[in-house]
């Protein structure tokens, strides 16, 4: 919250015009999130554009209406729904990323794949690491086509679950998928885990809940695990105990008015929600699932 108010300092010192000089954003997800919020905040509502540099930036948190900001160790506890002006996408900006933040943003887009595309998971399967190795600049020719075709892909199946639900009047979101357990466990690891690695964990341990009520096969379980380890992702953590879990579930059940709401894998590409898991059966859940991670 301190980073929003210094944003809100910075605007009135620069004396702009709320009417006809949009603030620009360029930056990650966290940059976007916090000068999207100062924008909506800064006297009732400042136009943004949002240009995005990071992989979660671009297929995730410049494309939606959102912004949050962690508070009081809770995750974006504090935030709005407030649509930029416009958003600017270019890749090249991806070049200068670590290969570490470009498998942080792969994770958002396996999350798409597993639940609404299987098309899209199948790119990944075969082409993630070229992807992730050229950092979606298209060094080669096949690199290039699969790097815009996964982040054209991604974007539009993500637009396609936000357009209609923006203001999350409906509040079973496929796009939820790998955020049910992992605000909990991303505020409890930092610094050391990035958000889409926790969104990677919760992926893994949803499918795991999933193989057991047979939504999904083993052989799905063990390709989306398997998919995760060729992009460096984790698919499990220390953090990942029964008590964290049992809080994940509360919290989740509070935040989605009283029903769990869980998105599970339905096959590859397809999604079930459910509203009955229990502590025993996450517990269980977890424990296969450290069995199954890749060292
Ligand atoms: N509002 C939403 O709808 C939404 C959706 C998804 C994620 N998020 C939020 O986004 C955040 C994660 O975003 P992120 O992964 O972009 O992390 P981030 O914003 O922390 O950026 C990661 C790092 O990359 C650096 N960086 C940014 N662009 C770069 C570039 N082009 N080259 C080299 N380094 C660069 C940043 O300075 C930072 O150190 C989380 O806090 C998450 O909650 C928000």
């Given at each position: 919250?301190?980073?929003?108010?210094?944003v809100?300092?910075?605007?009135?010192?620069?004396g702009?015009?709320r009417?006809?000089?949009p603030?620009?954003a360029?930056?990650?997800?966290?940059?976007?999130?916090t000068v999207?919020?100062?924008?909506?905040l800064?006297?009732?509502?400042?136009p943004?554009?949002r240009v995005?540099?990071?992989?979660?930036?671009?297929?995730?948190a410049?494309?939606?209406?959102k912004t949050?900001v962690?508070?009081?160790?809770r995750?974006?506890s504090?935030?709005?729904y407030?649509?930029?002006?416009?958003?600017?996408?270019?890749?090249?900006?991806?070049?200068?990323?670590n290969q570490?933040?470009?498998?942080n943003?792969?994770?958002?887009?396996?999350?798409?794949?597993?639940?609404k595309?299987?098309r899209?998971?199948?790119?990944?399967e075969s082409h993630?690491e070229?992807?992730?190795?050229?950092?979606?600049?298209?060094i080669t020719?096949?690199?290039?086509s699969?790097a815009?075709?996964?982040?054209?892909?991604?974007?539009g199946r993500?637009l396609?679950?936000?357009?209609?639900?923006?203001?999350?009047h409906?509040?079973e979101r496929?796009?939820?998928?790998?955020?049910?357990f992992?605000?909990?466990?991303?505020?409890?690891?930092?610094p050391?885990?990035?958000?889409?690695?926790?969104v990677?964990?919760?992926i893994?341990?949803?499918?795991?809940?999933?193989?057991?009520?047979?939504?999904?096969?083993i052989?799905?379980?063990?390709r989306?695990?398997a998919v995760?380890?060729?992009?460096?992702?984790?698919?499990?953590?220390?953090?990942?105990?029964?008590?964290?879990l049992?809080?994940?579930?509360?919290?989740?059940t509070?935040?989605?008015?009283?029903?769990?709401r869980?998105?599970?894998?339905?096959g590859?590409?397809?999604v079930?929600?459910?509203?009955?898991?229990?502590?025993?059966?996450?517990?269980?859940?977890?424990?296969i699932?450290?069995?199954?991670?890749?060292?």
């Amino acid at each position: 919250m301190d980073n929003v108010l210094s944003v809100a300092r910075k605007l009135d010192s620069f004396g702009i015009s709320r009417r006809r000089e949009p603030v620009i954003a360029f930056g990650g997800g966290v940059l976007l999130d916090t000068v999207g919020l100062a924008a909506n905040l800064y006297r009732r509502g400042t136009p943004h554009v949002r240009v995005p540099t990071t992989v979660i930036g671009y297929v995730d948190a410049g494309i939606g209406v959102k912004t949050g900001v962690n508070f009081d160790n809770r995750k974006n506890s504090l935030g709005s729904y407030y649509s930029p002006t416009a958003v600017l996408l270019d890749r090249r900006f991806l070049a200068t990323l670590n290969q570490r933040h470009i498998s942080n943003g792969l994770a958002e887009i396996i999350k798409i794949g597993v639940v609404k595309d299987r098309r899209l998971f199948q790119i990944l399967e075969s082409h993630g690491e070229l992807i992730a190795d050229e950092r979606f600049q298209g060094i080669t020719e096949t690199g290039e086509s699969v790097a815009v075709d996964v982040l054209g892909t991604a974007i539009g199946r993500m637009l396609d679950e936000l357009q209609p639900n923006l203001w999350e009047h409906n509040l079973e979101r496929v796009v939820d998928y790998g955020h049910t357990f992992s605000p909990r466990i991303e505020m409890h690891a930092l610094p050391t885990l990035l958000h889409g690695e926790a969104v990677a964990i919760d992926i893994a341990l949803s499918c795991v809940l999933a193989w057991r009520r047979r939504f999904i096969t083993i052989d799905e379980l063990e390709r989306v695990v398997a998919v995760m380890a060729r992009l460096r992702l984790p698919t499990w953590h220390p953090a990942c105990e029964p008590q964290l879990l049992r809080k994940a579930l509360a919290d989740v059940t509070t935040h989605r008015d009283g029903y769990q709401r869980i998105p599970l894998p339905l096959g590859i590409g397809g999604v079930v929600f459910v509203n009955d898991v229990t502590n025993k059966e996450l517990a269980e859940a977890a424990t296969i699932l450290k069995g199954l991670a890749f060292p």
